[in-house]
């Protein structure tokens, strides 16, 4: 009588949680584009870089609402850089001052499984807060490799309702909330990092690969 009782229970549990629940598929498109130029104090000669940096991204993405709100997921992202560095070194002979330029070109990949959760509606817009974690990593080309391990990343994404399956979302990634760890690995054959760095970011200050961009586009279909 009890494993009767249990199993009816538990069938219409299992009924009750799928009546709300969608399988979700998307994807977004990515730019990011950076100017910076800061001072450097840490190397003799070298009064300060300049870099501008541009990239674009893509990342599919899958998973699952359990709840109307509330969902989980996983996100596989790709994603090229190309980027310009000017260095400014300060002859002390002459009192002159050189610039030197580098180019470079950056592959990028993300693997980070997702939650999010709707923290607010009105008519077909939706404010929602998405947290991952995961790995991730940037290749220069010929030269070196920077590993990078998300732990915690929290990015608010606007997304409003064309129809009830079909969504367009705007993943706000420049006012991101995150810890991050990257490892830097000198060489393709590298096996132990040569340097780690920590990245504590909010918005902006994000300079961790595993910020592919500060802004996507994309589409998410949800299906029964």
């Keep these: 009588m009890f494993m009767k ?4 229970i538990l069938i219409l549990t299992v009924f ?66 190309f980027a310009k560095t000017w260095l400014q070194f300060h002859n002390p002979y002459s009192n002159t001052y050189e610039w030197y330029k580098y180019e470079g070109t950056f592959l990028n990949w993300r693997i980070a499984p997702f939650l999010r959760y709707s923290v607010f509606n009105h008519k077909k817009f939706t404010l929602m807060l998405e947290g991952s ?3 991730s990593g940037q290749h220069i080309i010929d030269s070196q ?13 606007l997304s409003y309702s064309v129809t009830d399956k079909l969504q367009l979302e705007a993943v706000l990634g420049f006012i991101n909330l995150g810890y991050n760890l990257d490892m830097l690995f000198e060489g393709t054959g590298s ?34």
């Excluded at 009782?5 to 009816?8: A, T």
């Excluded at 709300?20 to 000669?45: C, D, H, M, R």
């Excluded at 870089?49 to 993405?61: D, H, I, M, Q, T």
């Design 16 to 81: 009750a949680v799928n009546v709300n629940a969608q399988w979700f598929l998307g994807g977004n498109v990515g730019i990011n584009a950076t100017i910076a130029e800061t001072p450097q104090k840490n190397i003799p000669y070298l009064d300060r870089n300049r870099e501008y940096l541009v990239g674009l991204s893509f990342a599919p993405k899958m998973g699952y609402y359990f709840k109307e709100k509330l969902a989980f997921g996983v996100e596989f992202a790709i994603g090229v850089d």
């Design 5 to 8: 009782k249990f199993f009816i």
């Design 133 to 135: 974690l995961g790995a």
């Design 191 to 224: 096996k132990i990092p040569s340097a780690l760095k920590h990245d504590l970011n909010i918005g902006f200050n994000s300079k961790s690969v595993f910020v592919l961009s500060q802004f996507t586009i994309g589409i998410v279909y949800k299906f029964d």
């Design 145 to 157: 490799f920077i590993i990078g391990i998300g732990i915690l990343n929290v990015t608010p994404i």
